[in-house]
T-cell receptor
Framework: AQKVTQAQTEISVVEKEDVTLDCVYE???????LFWYKQPPSGELVFLIR??????QNEISGRYSWNFQKSTSSFNFTITASQVVDSAVYFC????????????FGQGTRLTINP | GAVVSQHPSWVICKSGTSVKIECRSL??????MFWYRQFPKQSLMLMAT?????????EQGVEKDKFLINHASLTLSTLTVTSAHPEDSSFYIC????????????FGPGTRLTVT
């Protein structure tokens, strides 16, 4: 069975600090997708990234970066120089590549950036 | 592109009544749509997967007679909560995946249901 664990329930930092959100996953599949989504107070999920399991290259997009470590089954997300607008709940998710591609979500991390 | 809408965005209904939530893919055809439920301060839990023209596949523990899903066209799926009770109050989110071979899921803005 697939499982995603986000051990950090809530994180609170001061603006401009860097913050890393942890994500650990379990799957028996040899190939899979990993995702990060942002859910602001409005409730609408915002897609941030999709990573294929055979692509272990880290990715950077502006202030966002992702570290994929297949050896430790982790897919961590770092926000550099955080801003108040980054405050949201962040979800890590996992899906199979074939078949229905159902998403399994982690519990989410509520990130609060204080001015 | 790849916009998914939901209607209504919020609804209040009385116990015992039924309420229908629509999920539409506005600029693409969706062979598969997913319905999720999210309770306050919790994660998204998949309720069911629906494929156009066939019966929905429900996750374990989800009552198919209570949560009726219809995916009658490639751009519309509906979720009907029948005989709603206060414990059905939740945030319902749909997502849609494009034609065969597509990997991206696009999420709707969600529908907040309150049952009084």
């Amino acid at each position: 069975a697939q499982k995603v664990t986000q051990a950090q329930t809530e994180i609170s930092v001061v603006e401009k600090e860097d913050v890393t959100l942890d994500c650990v996953y379990e799957t028996r599949d040899t190939t899979y997708y990993l995702f990060w989504y942002k859910q602001p107070p409005s409730g609408e999920l915002v897609f941030l990234i999709r990573r294929n399991s055979f692509d272990e290259q880290n990715e950077i997009s502006g202030r966002y970066s992702w570290n994929f470590q297949k050896s430790t089954s982790s897919f961590n997300f770092t926000i550099t120089a955080s801003q108040v607008v980054d405050s949201a709940v962040y979800f890590c998710a996992l899906s199979e590549i074939q078949g229905a591609q159902k998403l399994v979500f982690g519990q989410g991390t509520r990130l609060t950036i204080n001015p | 592109g790849a916009v998914v809408s939901q209607h209504p965005s919020w609804v209040i209904c009385k116990s015992g009544t039924s309420v229908k939530i629509e999920c539409r893919s506005l600029d693409f055809q969706a062979t598969t749509m997913f319905w999720y439920r999210q309770f306050p301060k919790q994660s998204l839990m998949l309720m069911a997967t629906s494929n156009e023209g066939s019966k929905a596949t429900y996750e374990q523990g989800v009552e198919k007679d209570k949560f009726l899903i219809n995916h009658a066209s490639l751009t519309l799926s509906t979720l009907t909560v029948t005989s709603a009770h206060p414990e059905d109050s939740s945030f319902y989110i749909c997502s849609a995946r494009g034609l065969a071979g597509a990997h991206e899921q696009y999420f709707g803005p969600g529908t907040r249901l309150t049952v009084t």
